[in-house]
C-alpha cells in the first residue's frame, strides 16, 4: 500500500520528504486484512516548486533516521527516490526492530548515513524474510540516489518479485533464560 501511495504521490509531482513510522497509518479492514496509508505532507516538496519559499538552500528537512542522505545534504535536491530510501529504512526496522545503522546520537546518526552503507538484513531480521529481500533493501539504502530504484514502480515491482520467507529470523543477540537473567 505505501509503494504504491508513493507511486501515485511521484506521478503528481509530489516527493514526500518525511515518510516514517510515525506518518503511516495502517487501517484494519474486516476479514482480518489492513491497508496502510500515508499521511502528513506537510513538508512534501511538489515538482517544479520554488523550494526556496519552504526552505533554505541547504536546509534539512525530515526526521533524520528516516531521512536519505542527499536529504541531510539539503533538502532542495531530493527526488523520489528519496522516498524510497525512507520506506527501506522503515522495512528495515521493522522486520530487525532496529535501524541498520549503529550510531549513537542524532549527528553520530547523520555523519554514519554519509559515511557508510546500511548493514545487510541478513542476520538482523526477527522474522522470517524472503531471500532477495536483503539486497532489494541494501539497493533501495544505497547513499547515491541512482543506485536505488529508479522509481516506486520499480521497486513494488521488485517487492511483488520476491517470493516467500525462506531466510529465518536471526538468534536473539541477548538471550536470557526464562524465569531469570541473561
Not at 47 to 55: C, I, R, S, V
Not at 64 to 70: D, F, G, S, T
Not at 92 to 120: F, I, S, V
Not at 157 to 175: F, I, M, R, Y
Request: aromatic share 4%; with cysteine; hydrophobic share 40%.
Amino acid at each position: 500500500n505505501v509503494l504504491r501511495a508513493l507511486i501515485a504521490a511521484h506521478q503528481a509531482g509530489v516527493v514526500h520528504r518525511a515518510l516514517k513510522p510515525g506518518n503511516i497509518s495502517i487501517e484494519h479492514l474486516d476479514g482480518g486484512l489492513a491497508r496502510a496509508r500515508i499521511l502528513d505532507f506537510g513538508v512534501c516538496k511538489l515538482d517544479e516548486q520554488d523550494t526556496k519559499k519552504l526552505t533554505i538552500p541547504g536546509e534539512s528537512v525530515g526526521t533524520i533516521a528516516y531521512m536519505a542522505p542527499e536529504q541531510i545534504r539539503g533538502a532542495s535536491k531530493v527526488d523520489d527516490r528519496a522516498d524510497l530510501y525512507s520506506f527501506a529504512m522503515i522495512v528495515y526496522e521493522a522486520l530487525c526492530g532496529r535501524l541498520p545503522y549503529d550510531a549513537q546520537g542524532q549527528m553520530a546518526l547523520l555523519a554514519t548515513k554519509l559515511e557508510r552503507p546500511a548493514k545487510p538484513l541478513k542476520g538482523n531480521n526477527m522474522v522470517p524474510v524472503p531471500p532477495a529481500l536483503d539486497a532489494l533493501l541494501t539497493r533501495a539504502l544505497s547513499r547515491k540516489p541512482g543506485d536505488r530504484p529508479a522509481n516506486a514502480r520499480e521497486m513494488l515491482k521488485a517487492w511483488q518479485a520476491l517470493g516467500s520467507p525462506t531466510v529465518p529470523a536471526a538468534p536473539p543477540s541477548n538471550p536470557t533464560i526464562p524465569g531469570g537473567g541473561p
